[in-house]
């Protein structure tokens, strides 16, 4: 199973933490790893999950328009309210048990510190925790969606 982690661009400020958007760099720092990574991912993803901040669903329209733009009206695009920097990977692990087996690839887009706990916990690597920069693509290989269950393919960043 491939899993691709994408953390969303840099981000201005807001009243709230979940209504910042990104900036003009966001974008376009966005914009240049996705067209860098059209060549290393092939196909469309089966399941699109998205954090519900605002930043990172302006991410996933970047995502979606450059990596999968056969896709731009899937319905497979799901809101995931366990992509919140407030939550464990084992939670994260309980909602995609319940996504259908023809749900991979699977792409996640979301924030630090989930993001980053994600790969530690998925590689078993605790150091991987801090190395999830914005704007970036990681592609996870995965036995099963378990701790220590994945091996990092690569990663792009800005």
Do not use: K
């Amino acid at each position: 199973m491939r899993l691709y982690l994408v953390r969303h661009g840099e981000a201005g400020r807001a009243a709230e933490d979940s209504l910042r958007e990104l900036t003009a760099r966001g974008r376009a720092d966005t914009l240049a790893v996705c067209q860098r990574a059209n060549e290393l991912i092939a196909g469309a993803p089966a399941t699109l999950l998205v954090s519900p901040y605002a930043r990172a669903l302006q991410t996933a329209e970047i995502v979606q328009s450059v990596l999968f733009p056969q896709s731009v009206d899937c319905p497979l695009l799901t809101i995931a309210p366990c992509l919140t920097p407030d939550q464990y990977p084992e939670t994260v692990a309980t909602f995609v048990d319940t996504l259908p087996p023809a749900g991979w690839p699977l792409v996640m887009v979301g924030r630090q510190p989930l993001l980053g706990e994600m790969l530690a916990w998925l590689t078993d690597r605790p150091e991987s925790a801090h190395s999830v920069p914005t704007s970036s693509i990681s592609a996870i290989d995965l036995i099963a969606f378990a701790r220590g269950c994945g091996t990092l393919q690569w990663q792009l960043a800005p």
